[in-house]
């Protein structure tokens, strides 16, 4: 049901999207270039996290949201314990300079527990992402 609520939303507001092999919703706000990211290329990105409502809860970028790095977060695609699954495989539709949007359902991303005050349960998510170019990567 929140899958299709977040299509329709994007759908109304004329939002071209892909969906991941896992579940999530992919918008691309601006293509990058390069080779296409896949399982195993470590890259870096910047990103703000928030609530579909648009409460930010982790970024870093953003001094307003929490987060333990102010720095590009450096990955591994793949396996990777510092992201949301639903989230990363969305990395693989990506090249580096990418910019994009991925809208989590909440049973891909923390579900009936929800994180704190930030994050109710079943609270959609919304990352937005940058794939930092790969000169950027050395």
């Not at 969906?19 to 919703?25: A, D, F, K, M």
């Not at 296409?36 to 953003?62: E, V």
């Not at 929490?66 to 992201?83: D, E, M, W, Y």
């Amino acid at each position: 049901k929140e899958k299709t609520e977040i299509k329709n939303y994007l759908k109304n507001k004329k939002i071209k999207f892909k969906e991941t092999i896992s579940g999530s919703i992919v918008q691309i706000v601006k293509q990058g270039s390069g080779k296409q990211i896949k399982s195993g290329d470590s890259i870096l990105l910047r990103y703000t996290a928030s609530t579909f409502s648009g409460i930010k809860y982790q970024s870093n970028i953003d001094s307003l949201a929490n987060c333990f790095i102010r720095k590009p977060l450096a990955l591994k695609v793949g396996n990777n314990k510092l992201i949301l699954k639903a989230v990363e495989d969305a990395f693989i539709l990506m090249r580096p300079g990418c910019i994009a949007k991925v809208y989590t359902p909440s049973l891909l991303a923390y579900g009936a527990n929800g994180v704190g005050s930030s994050i109710k349960p079943y609270e959609k998510l919304v990352w937005h992402i940058e794939v930092l170019p790969e000169k950027k990567l050395e």
